[in-house]
């Protein structure tokens, strides 16, 4: 079997190239998406060795320019996730995601990291204002990771308010309701809160959830409630996009 096993890499390797050549052709790979594709935006970190000329790479964060100029007639709603790299080298790949007038999904950028934290998601959304948002009263949504929420809370990072107003995702937030109250009716109630696009049906739907102690302390803490109420746009717009993005959350 390792003698199979061995085979199968060297032929993926003649084809792809190596996992460390990969990673040294990675300048030349951005410049060249960059010549192709005017306006795209990268960067990266490496760290040096030891008594070498060498570096190691670190992370790398990229936003195609056609998507970052298409991210300027999005609704002003961004939301941002990860997920696990299976390679040789493990990793996260960080991603963003917008959405149009007509409820298209959009991500304008990228980064893979080493791992989530909040160093690595602070230069995430760094990165992510620096060359993609750019604009005031931004709604950022994601899950209750506590890397994000340590680095959305560093003003150095630049998502503070009243350029930014951090929502959790309202998936997420139904999701761990169901795995509080163990009710699949009450999930549906949440999620059906969530959708609503007017303020007194939105509090209607609060109105029918569940009334005891632990139910009313998780929804005045869950910040998807907030998101039907947040400031710096009109209520009919927000709640609806809201709803919108946080339908393409897996």
Not at 19 to 43: D, H, M
Not at 78 to 94: A, P, S
Not at 183 to 191: D, F, P, Q, R
Not at 213 to 226: E, G
Request: glycine letters at 8%; one cysteine or more; charged letters at 20%.
């Amino acid at each position: 079997m390792k003698k199979i096993w061995d085979a199968k890499n060297k032929a993926i390797g003649l084809v792809f190239g190596s996992w460390e050549g990969s990673c040294n052709q990675l300048p030349k790979y951005l410049n060249a998406i960059r010549a192709r594709n005017p306006g795209t935006k990268f960067e990266w970190k490496t760290y040096a060795i030891d008594n070498s000329s060498e570096v190691i790479f670190h992370r790398v964060f990229w936003a195609f320019g056609p998507s970052i100029e298409a991210f300027k007639h999005c609704r002003p709603i961004i939301q941002i996730d990860g997920t696990f790299l299976y390679g040789k080298y493990k990793g996260k790949l960080l991603i963003s995601c917008g959405v149009d007038g007509v409820n298209h999904v959009m991500p304008p950028a990228f980064a893979i990291v080493e791992e989530e934290s909040k160093d690595s998601w602070s230069w995430f959304l760094l990165c992510l204002h620096v060359h993609v948002t750019q604009c005031d009263g931004i709604c950022l949504i994601s899950y209750h990771h506590s890397g994000i929420i340590a680095a959305v809370k560093d003003p150095s990072v630049g998502w503070t308010e009243p350029y930014a107003y951090h929502h959790y995702c309202l998936r997420h937030v139904a999701s761990n309701f169901h795995t509080a109250k163990k009710n699949s009716a009450t999930k549906n109630l949440v999620m059906k809160a969530g959708y609503q696009v007017q303020s007194h049906s939105y509090h209607m739907s609060l109105d029918i959830l569940p009334t005891d102690r632990s139910s009313t302390v998780f929804i005045r803490y869950s910040s998807f409630s907030s998101l039907m109420g947040f400031r710096g746009f009109d209520y009919s717009k927000m709640s609806k996009e809201g709803g919108s993005i946080t339908s393409c959350s897996g």
